[in-house]
Structures are given as structure tokens and as C-alpha cells.
């Protein structure tokens, strides 16, 4: 059975959209007040909690995402 990670296309592709979601939340007037504080990793850290939600591999995104440097 296809993991619903594979089935949106792996890693690359859920970057770009966690690349695409973010871009749209730092131009809206309403929502860029939440992220005002970008972080240079956040969109990495994104890609790696989604891929994991979906199914993913599991070890990047357990070591690589930390939650206190989120904070």
C-alpha cells in the first residue's frame, strides 16, 4: 500500500508545498503577524513534521526537528 508520503510525491514535492504554504502566510496581512519571527529552518522543519505525518521516514524528522528552537 502507497503511504500518502509517496502518494504526494516524497520529500522534494512536499518542500515546495511547505515552500508555497509559507510564502502565502508571509503575504497575508492577517497571518504574517503569527510568523513574524522567521526562522531560517522553518520550512525545512515543516517539510520534515509533514513527511513524517504523512508516513514518512521517520529518523530525519525525529532528529532534526526541535521544537525549543521553534520557540
Do not use: I
Request: proline share 6%; glycine share 6%; with cysteine.
Amino acid at each position: 500500500m502507497t503511504s500518502l508520503y509517496e502518494h504526494a510525491g516524497g520529500e522534494e514535492a512536499l518542500h515546495r508545498l511547505e515552500e508555497a504554504f509559507y510564502s502565502k502566510v508571509l503575504a497575508d496581512p492577517v497571518l504574517r503577524k503569527v510568523f513574524a519571527e522567521r526562522r531560517p529552518h522553518h520550512v525545512d522543519h515543516l517539510t520534515w513534521f509533514t513527511a513524517e505525518s504523512f508516513g514518512g521516514p521517520e529518523p530525519r524528522a525525529s532528529l532534526a526537528f526541535n521544537t525549543s528552537s521553534m520557540c
